[in-house]
């Protein structure tokens, strides 16, 4: 008898006493017309609402004590200084740890302009400046509250994971024009959801996806496919805060769009998040695996290195040929010569891994993350036991993997001026990200 009584105080010690969770929402719709984001040319005033947009927070304490909250948001992406402000509050009014607070948006392009996100996309008039002061201050307050709001609705909770499919995303490099029809057409339909019950009570979906929000380009405020299944799934789940992550959708779209009718294109856009929807319903009725285990949380970052820029005396040659967004970017690395004597050479980039007991390693990469990181990490951790975002913090560029950067093209070429970098990522991008995924995935694991 007495092995086994020692044995069973042994388990009993090292059980996972279980979680307590909150989940909150803040709606972030704008109340007057402001500049939309993630399409740069000509500002695009907003001129009406789809549907409401939102913050939404889940707060997770596990029996450590520790408390780790996720953040996900309807909106284009954060910047470095949203990203500092943002989490500076978490810290001093909630008491979330840095490594403990993932904030991630889902890329929405049918959405204000914030701070500095993008800032090289836009030219704005005195006024369309002030509301988008105004908006931003508002978003501030916002993620404020809803952290707030989700650490002191904490209360026991199980949690459950588990995917599902959907076919909305294809690789969006595949489909502009007939050369890049050469291009890798890969993309991951998986749809990782994590739910979170109080008794029979679904209280939290946290559900993932890896494509653009880009059904929609018009003028209205939505939260395009994303938004259209969030609104599906709380109206199937009533109160449940439904909650979507953008996983690394970077070189995916949302396919066929429809451009220039409004009409047709929301409905499409609608149609598409009710496909997701249904997916992750599907889930949630079936069978999940339990996570019982505590978060490891860990954060780390790495440096990914820029091939040369343009020589000053040639962007200074230039730059007077230049109107719009190529005129602005030109300025911007001459500034960066006067400034800095050069533009720099390298980015800092933040990773940051949550491992769910022995159960899920939760993957937060930064940036306009490509599939192939998706596919990869999965590849390496488990397709069942791995979620990969990409989307959190700085939305600092397109995060090529080592073949998309070979292929060229928009995504880590052509497309690092728009983000203020003085060129593509040098070979070794791919590598860099890899290294720091391991070494934080060891320390959690
Ligand atoms: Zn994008």
């Not at 989940?23 to 005033?45: C, N």
């Not at 409401?52 to 596990?62: E, G, H, M, Q, S």
């Not at 494509?211 to 395009?224: E, K, Q």
């Not at 070794?428 to 320390?443: N, Q, S």
Request: neutral net charge; proline residues 5%.
């Amino acid at each position: 008898m007495k092995p086994l009584l020692l044995l069973l105080l042994f388990v009993s010690s090292h059980a996972f006493a279980g979680w307590q969770a909150g989940a909150a929402k803040a709606d972030i719709t704008p109340t007057e017309s402001v500049p939309l984001a993630g399409y740069g040319g000509k500002t695009r005033m907003s001129q009406r609402i789809e549907h409401a947009i939102w913050l939404k927070a889940l707060a997770l304490k596990d029996d450590s004590g520790a408390t780790s909250v996720l953040v996900t948001a309807d909106l284009v992406g954060l910047s470095d200084k949203m990203i500092a402000v943002i989490a500076k509050n978490a810290l001093e009014k909630h008491g979330v740890m840095r490594e403990r607070l993932i904030l991630n948006t889902s890329h929405n392009h049918s959405c204000p302009v914030t701070e500095d996100v993008l800032w090289l996309y836009y030219e704005f008039t005195p006024e369309e400046a002030a509301a988008k002061d105004r908006y931003t201050a508002m978003v501030y307050a916002k993620y404020d509250e809803v952290i707030g709001q989700a650490i002191a609705a904490l209360a026991p909770a199980a949690l459950a994971f588990e995917q599902g499919l959907a076919g909305v995303a294809v690789n969006r490099r595949r489909s502009r024009g007939p050369e890049s029809r050469a291009l890798g057409g890969q993309v991951d339909q998986d749809v990782p959801v994590i739910t979170v019950k109080a008794g029979t009570d679904l209280k939290a979906i946290v559900f993932g996806y890896s494509c653009h929000t880009t059904a929609l380009g018009g003028l209205s405020i939505n939260g395009d496919y994303a938004g259209f299944a969030q609104l599906v799934l709380e109206k199937t789940f009533p109160g449940a805060v439904a909650m979507f992550v953008q996983n690394c959708g970077g070189d995916a779209n949302p396919l066929p769009r429809i451009r220039g009718k409004d009409v047709e294109a929301t409905e499409l856009a609608g149609m598409y998040g009710k496909i997701l929807s249904e997916a992750v319903r599907q889930v949630v009725v079936g069978t999940m695996k339990p996570l019982s285990g505590r978060i490891r949380a860990a954060m780390g970052e790495t440096e990914l290195l820029l091939q040369p820029g343009i020589p000053l005396d040639e962007l200074k040659q230039r730059v007077p040929n230049l109107t719009g967004m190529p005129k602005r970017e030109f300025e911007h690395f001459i500034r960066q010569y006067e400034t800095l004597g050069s533009p720099p050479d390298r980015v800092k980039y933040p990773v940051q891994v949550w491992q769910f007991g022995t159960d899920l390693t939760f993957i937060a990469l930064t940036g306009e993350t490509v599939v192939d990181y998706s596919l990869k990490f999965k590849g390496t951790y488990g397709w069942n036991t791995t979620w990969v975002c990409g989307y959190n913090n700085d939305l600092t560029s397109y995060i090529p993997s080592l073949r998309v950067l070979n292929e060229g093209g928009y995504e880590g070429v052509s497309g690092m001026f728009e983000y203020g970098h003085r060129a593509p990522y040098t070979e070794t991008v791919e590598e860099r990200i890899t290294t720091k995924v391991e070494e934080l995935v060891r320390t959690t694991k």
